[in-house]
């Protein structure tokens, strides 16, 4: 098969399409033929050198993909040979064939293509684990959500109007925020000209976030402590913004509210497939009543990935870019 690899770390330009072995499926897993991959931050942190695969992962670049199951490994039931599926991956989606682990597997959602499939596994995982699983948003409470026209941002204002909460969102410039707004946000803060504390603070008669959805890290981690409302809940999953902050315990204190910093990659394969039922058991349905959807902004061919690249680090676009492998 042909595979993204990275013979050195370095710009866009650094990602090589070549000709690799085949994966073998191992015991509890399934090798899929690859349709279509998706492009996430943790791709461009790989490419650039900072960000291993976990141990016995695919060394190629990629977290979830959509595809047809070519052939099972020992001790698989449940799934056929010709299954279309999408899948979460520590690694390999961009490829043409990659071997998944039976628990990170999903059905496609009925009513939608198998490529537009790519979009949802990694993006279903992070938002309903952390915002759901992690931090318990409830009807009637607020979440902001930090890049809000990002993959992440656009799921997560839907899954958070799925169940009834009020959603405000931070994204640069009103082009995005209209983006948001359509998808359902109900509180639109530029973070290029707005202090979204005090964004937020108007927006809720001082009371704050009950939970906070967040990309960036160290340089707003103070600032959402401030945001948060009593007993709020600040989700940290990325580090955009720097990997070492200060922060005021007095406020913590004072609001009883929680921190967590969580990862999907490298968590134990029973982790992750206990996220991934739940995606399927609470998810699934919303996307196939037409209240939840993959939002993608483009795609291109998977052996132009350097291009996708290009296009996620300029800021430009909304929601999820594709890649789709040769003959797909």
Known sequence: MHAITLPE?????????????????????????????????????????????PP??????????????AALGPGVSGWSVGDEVCALLAGGGYAQKV??????????PDGMDLT????????????????????????????????????IGTMAIQLAKAVGARVAVTAGGPGKLDRCA??????????????????????TDGAGADVILDIVGAKYLDRNVQALAISGRL?????QGGI????????????????????LRAR??????????????????????GRVRAVVDHAVPMQDAAEAHRALESGTHVGKILLIAPGA
């Not at 134990?268 to 009543?289: C, D, F, Q, S, Y």
């Open 9 to 53: 770390f370095g710009g866009p330009d650094a990602l090589v399409w070549a000709e690799v072995p085949d994966p073998v499926p191992g015991a509890g897993e399934v090798l899929v033929d690859v349709v279509a991959g998706a492009v996430n931050r943790a791709d461009v942190l790989q490419r650039q050198g900072f960000y291993e695969p």
């Open 56 to 69: 016995g992962a695919s060394p190629y670049p990629g977290l979830e993909c959509s595809g047809r199951i």
């Open 99 to 108: 071997a998944v682990p039976v628990g990170q597997l999903l059905p496609v």
């Open 116 to 151: 537009t499939a790519a979009a949802l596994p990694e993006v279903t995982s992070t938002v309903w684990s952390n915002v759901f699983m992690i931090a318990h948003l409830r009807p009637g409470e607020t979440v902001l959500v930090h890049g809000g026209a990002s993959g």
């Open 182 to 203: 359509e998808l359902g946000a109900d509180i639109l803060i530029d973070y290029r000209e707005q202090d979204f504390v005090e964004e937020i603070r108007k927006a």
């Open 235 to 239: 989700a940290v999953i990325g580090l």
């Open 244 to 263: 070492k902050g200060q922060l005021n315990l007095a406020n913590l204190l004072t609001k009883r509210a929680a921190i967590t910093a969580t990862s």
């Open 268 to 289: 134990p394969l029973g982790e992750k497939a206990a996220i991934v039922a739940a995606v399927r058991e609470h998810v699934w349905p919303l996307i196939a009543a």
